[in-house]
């Protein structure tokens, strides 16, 4: 099955979070589809490779956003 999901991935706690429990958790389901993470320039430092290896049957792409820009942006995606 193929689809398309984004996740907000900003911050210490949350690159966290993500790295050990949501990526692994969409790793292991062996999703295929398109990937949309939306992150800073430093989180896609961080990710970039990672995701691209864990879901390889993925299309990634990052957004790259400014959380002190655009806090209502990373508000609302968290909602």
């Not at 990710?47 to 609302?76: K, T």
Request: net charge neutral; with cysteine.
């Amino acid at each position: 099955m193929r689809f398309t999901f984004t996740t907000p991935c900003w911050g210490d706690w949350h690159t966290f979070v993500y790295l050990k429990h949501t990526l692994r958790s969409h790793s292991a389901a062996g999703l295929e589809g398109e990937y949309i993470v939306h992150t800073t320039k430093i989180g896609r430092k961080i990710l970039d490779g990672i995701v691209q290896m864990r879901l390889p049957n993925c299309d990634v792409r990052f957004v790259e956003v400014e959380p002190q820009a655009s806090y209502f942006q990373f508000s609302d995606y968290h909602q």
